[in-house]
């Protein structure tokens, strides 16, 4: 393992020697600077894992050390070397990002301790950083999780369409994704400096869906006491997100469609048209081909907003990705609530992988947050799932000793048929279960003829 960087900064030159030597037993390199000064510049050449200052020094204080580490290593950890009884300058250096202080004169054995700990929470977020890093780097949107082919091949398509004005139509079960890929075509477009708004048309009333989307003068109707902007109107420029598409009245639709059309908008009430730009983006989960049928929905609006369209596959059919997502999630939660959660067992994460995930990755997401808030030890174990999900099946030792006899070989064989069988020939689960990588079961299955 690589040593991690060290710095000492203290303008005593006993205490300097005796810090240094006391951290000989970690894997650490330890370098020293005999004041603010030198610390300085010692920062500004290296990036330095655990930095331990004294506060008190001549030239420049242990504040000032203690926002430069902060500026140059925003991973790094500092310590800071307190007089004694001075507690209120010791609370001041945490609030400024100083994960731990100690008062001297200083006690080596938790001087040692601290740096330990202080390493081990860096080497946590730097490992964490360098995975969050590679999934952005892969999937290449902020915020959206996923390796899976599915994922990869949506957000090239969103990457390409984004640029452009076109309509985008977002199809996909609850909890999937569409609200957070219409915003990341937004985001990728010209348009990211102008507004993105939001309007769910699920459940409005026809009067109240169309006063959002087009803005009212006042006395059109009771309780127009002012003329009011529509949505179209605050997103000129921008992107306007329609919601449960589906879910709009008839007689709404006409409208937006010659909005759309025309791209010029009314408020009600009112003859005057404004000119607006606006890019649609409009997100489904319900069957819009049989409503076009029964006609519930306008086939030419239909044809109007499915200019593109995006699929978002269910989490069950990617579930290579859910190891992702847990791991994402877990340390978002551990965080916001403060609790000491840092990873989840194996058993626990095939239990997850195995679920079918009927509310997606909103679902998933609930349930981490759950885990990660109910939990009591510090890793994640089949007893904290939630109910739902449950554990998976036992091993069941009466069977093993009819196996004895049996040749390695053979064993695996069966073993990994029947995984196979269980997860329907889903090769993601299969290897999940079986804890070894895809490309290894690939091989296995090639080699054992399965
Ligand atoms: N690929 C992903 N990576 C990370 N987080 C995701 C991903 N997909 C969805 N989420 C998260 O899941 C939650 C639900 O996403 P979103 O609101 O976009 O779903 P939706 O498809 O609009 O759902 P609904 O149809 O119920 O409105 C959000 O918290 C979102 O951040
Ligand atoms: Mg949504």
Not at 318 to 346: M, N, Q, T
Not at 366 to 382: D, F, P, Q
Not at 431 to 436: E, Q, S, V, W
Request: with cysteine.
């Amino acid at each position: 393992m690589r040593r991690a960087p060290v710095l000492i900064v203290d303008d005593d030159d006993a205490l300097r020697a005796t810090l240094h030597d006391a951290l000989e037993i970690l894997p650490v390199e330890v370098d020293v600077a005999s004041g603010g000064r030198e610390a300085l510049a010692r920062l500004g050449e290296r990036s330095y894992a655990v930095v331990a200052t004294d506060l008190v020094m001549k030239d420049v204080d242990g504040f000032a050390v203690l926002a430069e580490a902060k500026r140059r290593s925003p991973h790094g950890r500092v310590i800071m070397l307190t007089g004694h009884g001075s507690r209120e300058v010791a609370v001041q250096a945490m609030q400024r990002g100083a994960t731990y202080y100690i008062e001297k004169p200083v006690d080596l054995t938790e001087f040692r301790t601290k740096v330990g700990k202080c390493l081990d929470e860096h080497h946590k977020d730097v490992e964490y950083g360098e995975l969050r890093a590679r999934v952005e780097r892969e999937s290449g949107i902020r915020g959206i999780i996923g390796q899976d082919q599915k994922i990869v091949r949506l957000l090239e398509t969103v990457r390409q369409i984004a640029p452009t004005a076109a309509s985008v139509l977002v199809r996909g079960e609850s909890g999937t994704g569409k609200e957070l890929v219409a915003r990341a075509i937004h985001e990728l477009s010209p348009r990211r400096e102008r507004p993105f708004v939001a309007l769910n048309c699920g459940g409005l009333a026809e009067g109240t869906i169309e006063s959002e989307l087009f803005g009212h003068q006042k006395g059109s109707f009771t309780g127009a006491i002012a003329d009011r902007e529509g949505k179209f109107e605050y997103a000129d420029g921008g992107t306007l997100f329609l919601d449960e598409v589906g879910e709009m009245p008839l007689s709404t639709q006409v409208k937006l469609l010659r909005v759309l059309e025309e791209r010029e908008v009314a408020r009600l009430g009112s003859n005057k048209s404004r000119r607006v730009d606006v890019r649609v983006v409009a997100a489904t989960n319900a069957d819009l081909e049989a409503r076009v049928k029964e006609n519930s929905f306008r086939e030419d609006l239909y044809y109007r907003l499915k200019v593109v369209t995006l699929n978002l596959p269910p989490l069950r059919e990617r579930s290579g990705d859910i190891k992702l997502l847990v791991e994402h999630y877990l340390r978002h939660f551990a965080k916001l609530h403060g609790k000491d959660v840092e990873s989840i067992d194996r058993d626990a994460l095939v239990a997850l992988v195995r679920y079918e995930w009927p509310g997606n990755v909103r679902e998933l997401r609930n349930a981490v947050e759950s885990m990660v808030v109910r939990a009591h030890g510090n890793i994640l174990t089949v007893s904290d799932l939630p109910p739902e999900i449950g554990a998976p099946p036992p091993v069941e030792h009466e069977g093993w000793e009819f196996l004895a006899g049996r040749t390695a070989q053979e064993v695996e064989r069966n073993h990994i048929r029947v995984t196979l069988q269980q997860t329907e020939g889903n090769r993601q689960k299969a290897a999940t279960a079986l804890g070894i990588s895809e490309r290894t079961l690939y091989r296995k299955i090639k080699e054992y003829g399965l």
